[in-house]
T-cell receptor, first 110, second 113 residues
Framework: EAQVTQNPRYLITVTGKKLTVTCSQN?????MSWYRQDPGLGLRQIYY???????DKGDVPEGYKVSRKEKRNFPLILESPSPNQTSLYFC?????????FGPGTRLLVL | GNSVTQMEGPVTLSEEAFLTINCTYT??????LFWYVQYPGEGLQLLLK?????DKGSNKGFEATYRKETTSFHLEKGSVQVSDSAVYFC????????????FGSGTRLQVQP
């Protein structure tokens, strides 16, 4: 089944404790992206990747890092999480102009 | 910059009622337009899309027509079901290299039996 997977689905952490949210797709898509969803704001792009080893900032990149060492994986790294990064995070991959989303990771930073 | 405006929710309807969720956009050029649906506790699913003016996207009884003259992409369904209860997001992509989707704030639909 073609899909985008994310782990973990739910995470509670404390301020300053580094964490990684993994994202993997099995559709051989070159393009992948991370979004965060906040009430009343819809979804906003954090980072994107056009291909392996090619990443760039989206609309709200501050406080986040990404890497793209292989085509299928695109992890999101929070080196020092803060409470304002409490959000619902979605990974997406794209083909032919259509983005397909993972199930989401709900993060709470205390 | 790009923007998408959706009608405020929640929208509450009885089963078998007609649904319209309004969506208007601002963008340069000729964006692609999308409707995504988010069921409770789940991720975003692509519902339908249209890539050029006058295209009609359709899926699962839902339809939306790309109207460039009114910069709109309203979502319609002739007869809603309880299972359609979800949050619906209108979005656009402007074909730049970044391919970022610009989303509206979402409209919650509640269908009562």
């Amino acid at each position: 089944e073609a899909q985008v997977t994310q782990n973990p689905r739910y995470l509670i952490t404390v301020t300053g404790k580094k964490l990684t949210v993994t994202c993997s797709q099995n559709m051989n898509h070159e393009y992948m992206s991370w979004y965060r969803q906040d009430p009343g704001l819809g979804l906003r792009q954090i980072y994107y990747s056009m291909n392996v080893e090619v990443t760039d900032k989206g609309d709200v990149p501050e406080g986040y890092k990404v890497s793209r060492k292989e085509k299928r994986n695109f992890p999101l790294i929070l080196e020092s999480p803060s409470p304002n990064q409490t959000s619902l995070y979605f990974c997406a991959s794209s083909s032919a102009g259509t983005q397909y989303f993972g199930p989401g990771t709900r993060l709470l930073v205390l | 910059g790009n923007s998408v405006t959706q009608m405020e929710g929640p929208v509450t309807l009885s089963e078998e009622a007609f649904l319209t969720i309004n969506c208007t956009y601002t963008a340069t050029g000729y964006p692609s337009l999308f409707w995504y649906v988010q069921y409770p506790g789940e991720g975003l699913q692509l519902l339908l899309k249209a890539t050029k003016a006058d295209d009609k996207g359709s899926n699962k009884g839902f339809e939306a027509t790309y109207r460039k003259e009114t910069t709109s992409f309203h979502l319609e369904k002739g007869s809603v079901q309880v299972s359609d209860s979800a949050v619906y997001f209108c979005a656009l992509s402007d074909h730049t290299g970044r391919r970022a989707l610009t989303f509206g704030s979402g409209t919650r639909l509640q269908v009562q039996p």
